[in-house]
């Protein structure tokens, strides 16, 4: 179904080792409105949406899957020369105790992801609206994570990540319409 192809959407680059901003970035990794909940969210409600949109959702939920690998990436790259003192003055020292260095599907506060997080409400316009706002708070996230980092590379993937996030919403939008044009036409027999 999916050709893979052995390199990132856009690259990953950073200059330093930052366990705490890793661990801000695990809200994007594992947080409910982080990239793994918004790829099943997505590819799960392809079951009970339109033809004329279902597209979409495979499009974006398969995108959101390169998403979590760049912010898996991201969180290696700041956390893999670190100590096991640098773990726990950022925060990690839970994580660390737990899981060394390896990724662990959790949110930025520690909290592992859960199913609870995907929403799917069988209703193609309610759940693309859930789309849309999950989009727009992935957005939000996004900027906020570029105001807590000084690394201009790290900045670099995580704008273009906001930027995505921007599409994402925009196209959820015209789809909403699209289907609110299918319901509100006439049927004549």
Sequence with gaps: MWVYEKKLQYPVRVSKCDPLMA??????????????????????????????????????????FAHLEMIATMVYKLTKDATPDQMRAAGLGDHYAAHDNALFYQNASGVPWTAAYIQAKGDP??????????????????????DLTDDVDLQDSLKFLREREIVHSLRFREAVEILKEKRDEKIYY
């Design 23 to 64: 661990k801000f970035l695990l809200e994007q990794y594992g947080g409910a409105d982080g990239e793994l909940a918004a790829a099943l969210r997505y590819l799960n409600q392809r079951y009970s949406i339109p033809d004329k949109v279902i597209g979409l959702l495979t499009d974006i939920g398969t995108e959101e």
């Design 125 to 146: 316009i309610a759940d693309l609206y859930e789309d849309i706002a999950a989009e727009e708070k992935a957005r939000a996230t996004y900027q906020w994570l570029i």
